[in-house]
């Protein structure tokens, strides 16, 4: 199951953001990331933004450093997902601080600022 994960996140990382990241907020920016890149890499091989008569290897470059970007975020995103279902050590729910009923909405102070005026 990991090592599926984490091919699916190279090859493809708005699929795997969607199906091993849950579908979070990741997503729509790991599209464009991989977008990028992949229209960077083809654009590259076609010969760049200096319309070469030879491969631009600057923009494949690029678009290879964006898709590795997107598809980092996305293994990211899927072992926090994973971490948050598992609850260990590291996990970002086990370690999370919830308000008191008691206290203060530090809001309060704007609104008496405001309507001293």
């Given amino acids: ?19 091993y990241g849950c579908g979070t907020n990741c997503a729509a920016p790991i599209s464009v990331f991989w977008l990028f890149g992949m229209i960077s890499v083809i654009y590259g ?3 760049g ?14 678009g290879v450093a964006m898709w ?9 995103t899927a072992d926090g997902v ?13 370690h999370h601080i919830d308000a008191k009923d ?3 909405d530090p809001l309060d102070e704007i609104n008496k600022f405001t309507s001293a005026r």
């Fill in 68 to 76: 590795a970007i997107a598809a980092t975020w996305t293994i990211l």
């Fill in 49 to 62: 933004p200096s319309q070469l008569a030879h491969t631009s290897w600057e923009t494949v470059g690029l």
């Fill in 1 to 19: 199951m990991r090592l599926k994960s984490i091919l699916m996140s190279i090859v493809a990382p708005p699929v795997g953001a969607c199906k």
């Fill in 102 to 104: 008691d206290e203060a």
């Fill in 82 to 94: 994973e971490a948050d279902r598992c609850h260990d050590l590291w996990s970002p729910k086990d």
């Fill in 45 to 47: 091989f076609m010969g």
